[in-house]
């Protein structure tokens, strides 16, 4: 029996049919369908995932993959050190980002979400409880690439990641200084601590796999794994940015996503004025040297190479982009 058999029927869901997709596994039983993946969340990460969206659905958001719960009522069943959770199968299709369509109700649904999310008391969960901490953040982040610089300028025998790492990091990082100062300029602790009194959920990673669309025309989420405690306009950002990839930075689909959804979630002056900084947020460039020379790599050099690349050919892109948004929604 495979440790993903075991898993199942630790749920108490038998297998008649197991079928790997990506990360996760569909489970045919006469209980019915499912997901099954293990998590790379600690115990800890995945309660907190739990606790989140068992709020978004006792405040009537049932289009979510709600864990099915295991062995004393735990969301999580452990073989051998390892976490698998389940949840019930749907039927669907992924988003897609370049459909007007599908992003504007993309859109829509995470203004939902946002709404549902106020009132949420998170459980004990470092590194997922962000208010205030976006100042401290981005300025230990930028003290990182320093240290990546040198880095780069001590390496032996220079890569394509250092040569172009070196050749942009510098823009980079005046960047990063100027969302500072936007930053400073805002009301963001207030917000933050309006926040933290109502409560929030930002889902964190609202790719378009994570967006199902199902036959019937609804929407269902999925993977709440790097799910947080921050301000909505943290994921919207996110958001935008994924959706601007995949329409060459137009501007019309952008405005019309962000029109769609502050129509379901207007969100104050206040804290539309955080929109600016976090966009300008150097945030791809900074994941991607981190990536190369923070982490373990687990990929060929050659492969953060050609991400940074892409990184950096869309800047200004983003920055025009950014300056239009800004115009058309009177952003400061």
């Known amino acids: 029996m495979t440790v993903e058999a075991a898993a199942a029927l630790g749920f108490g869901v038998e297998p008649e049919e197991m079928t790997a997709i990506r990360r996760a596994f569909r489970v045919v039983s006469h209980r019915g369908v499912f997901a099954l993946k293990e998590s790379r969340q600690s115990e800890a990460d995945i309660l907190f995932i739990h606790a989140a969206k068992e709020h978004l659905y006792e405040q009537g958001m049932e289009n ?137 959920i930002c889902h964190h990673d609202y790719s378009e796999r994570n967006v199902l669309f199902t036959p019937e025309g609804g929407i269902h989420l999925v993977d709440f794994d790097y799910c947080i405690c921050d301000l909505p306009i943290h994921d919207l950002v996110n958001f935008l940015r994924r959706v601007a990839k995949f329409t060459d930075y137009d501007e019309d689909v952008i405005c019309l996503a962000l029109r769609a959804y502050l129509e379901r979630n207007p969100l104050p002056p206040e804290e539309l004025q955080l929109f600016a900084p976090l966009w300008l947020w150097p945030q791809k460039f900074w994941e991607t040297a981190h990536q190369y020379y923070g982490e373990a790599r687990r990929r060929p050099r050659k492969t953060y190479a050609d991400r940074l690349r892409r990184r950096c050919r869309t800047r200004k892109q983003e920055r025009h982009l950014l300056k239009q948004v800004a115009k058309t929604f009177k952003l400061g």
């Open 64 to 200: 979510i993959d709600r864990y099915v719960l295991g062995p004393e009522e735990r969301p999580y069943v452990e073989i051998e050190g390892r976490f698998f959770v389940m949840s019930p199968w749907v039927e669907s299709r992924e988003a897609q980002y370049d459909s007007t369509a599908d992003v504007t109700a993309a859109a829509a649904q995470l203004a939902e979400l946002h709404q549902k999310a106020q009132g949420f008391v998170p459980p004990p969960a470092g590194g997922r409880i962000l208010w205030g901490s976006w100042p401290d953040l981005w300025q230990k982040r930028l003290e990182l690439l320093d240290q990546y610089r040198k880095m780069a300028e001590e390496e032996d025998s220079s890569s394509r990641f250092a040569r172009r790492f070196l050749r942009h990091i510098d823009r980079y990082q005046e960047q990063g200084l100027d969302a500072l100062e936007l930053l400073a300029q805002t009301d963001y602790e207030e917000v933050c601590s309006r926040y933290q009194d109502a409560g929030s």
